[in-house]
């Protein structure tokens, strides 16, 4: 039996990764709706207090591109992150718009039929000039090869090119379009990725055949992930019996750790469940 998604269903990079790394995770948090048995890592004090301070920056970070500037004193939490980037803010921000927490989506005719959406912390673009996306992450800089391998890395340039005739009133060439990460743990290294063409082009390829090996499983065939790594921090790992695999919130491989700013409204949305387990 084909699988059936929920009504009004659109795909993220998050759940677009989740399927990547592990299409029987994908099944579970998607499509079962299943509760997380297990803690994404121990020990929960500093998960949770990584997660509170991601959840605050990008609350403050969205206040100030706003134009409100922050109360002082700055919440002790991220009193440290708010200097670093007072030190060391992101440079050539385009000046014409900037909009902080800004949400779109796409059905491009190669999705067939499929929705995607994507959700940037700040979108800057000048209408003649670029647009440039920033994606604010508390956590130390990975290598530039893992981020490159990351789907948000792929689908946030995509679906903006692709919504820019709605958007721009015009489209907008890939060659316009770059993105940046700004990780506060790192005194405020960046990576940028500039976008063009050829690029453009291969993300549709990628994403729409991730798209259609999902449409083509059927419900009792997502199998689970033969790289263990993907295992350690996953809430559903004693459901697939794979406790073994569990390791701790400080870990020597930090591109194996999920991006904790990638999973913010999904764990909100299971927060409300009463047998969520952090």
């Given at each position: 039996?084909?699988?059936e998604?929920?009504?009004a ?28 048995p ?16 991601g ?6 970070m969205?206040?100030y591109w706003?134009?409100?500037q922050?109360?002082?004193?700055v ?10 980037f007072?030190?060391?803010p992101p ?8 909009r ?38 508390t ?6 090869a ?27 060439p ?6 940046l ?21 291969a ?5 729409g ?10 419900v ?5 992930t033969a ?7 996953c809430?559903y790992?004693?459901?697939c019996e ?6 701790t919130f ?8 999920p991006?904790?700013e990638?999973?913010r409204?999904?764990i ?11």
């Amino acid at each position: 039996m084909p699988i059936e998604l929920p009504p009004a269903f659109a795909f993220s990079q998050t759940s677009l990764q989740d399927f990547a790394d592990c299409p029987r995770r994908f099944q579970l948090r998607y499509l079962l709706a299943q509760s997380y048995p297990s803690p994404l890592a121990e020990p929960l004090a500093d998960l949770e207090r990584s997660l509170a301070r991601g959840e605050r920056f990008h609350r403050l970070m969205e206040r100030y591109w706003r134009g409100i500037q922050p109360a002082e004193p700055v919440d002790p939490l991220i009193a440290d992150l708010w200097a670093t980037f007072r030190a060391n803010p992101p440079a050539d921000v385009p000046q014409a718009f900037r909009r902080p927490e800004f949400s779109l989506s796409v059905k491009p005719a190669w999705a067939r039929g499929a929705r995607l959406t994507a959700k940037y912390d700040l979108l800057a673009y000048d209408l003649d000039g670029e647009a440039l996306i920033i994606d604010w992450k508390t956590s130390e800089r990975p290598s530039r090869a893992a981020l490159e391998r990351r789907l948000q890395t792929v689908l946030y340039p995509l679906l903006l090119v692709e919504a820019s005739p709605r958007l721009f009133g015009a489209p907008l060439p890939p060659e316009r379009v770059r993105l940046l990460y700004w990780f506060g743990e790192s005194d405020g290294a960046t990576e940028l990725f500039a976008y063009n063409s050829a690029r453009y082009v291969a993300d549709q390829e990628r994403v729409g055949a991730l798209l259609a090996r999902l449409r083509a499983l059927e419900v009792d065939e997502f199998p689970l992930t033969a790289d263990l790594r993907h295992c350690r921090h996953c809430q559903y790992r004693a459901l697939c019996e794979r406790e073994e695999a569990a390791s701790t919130f400080e870990v020597d491989d930090p591109d194996a750790f999920p991006d904790l700013e990638e999973l913010r409204e999904v764990i909100a949305a299971a927060a409300a469940q009463d047998d969520f387990v952090l």
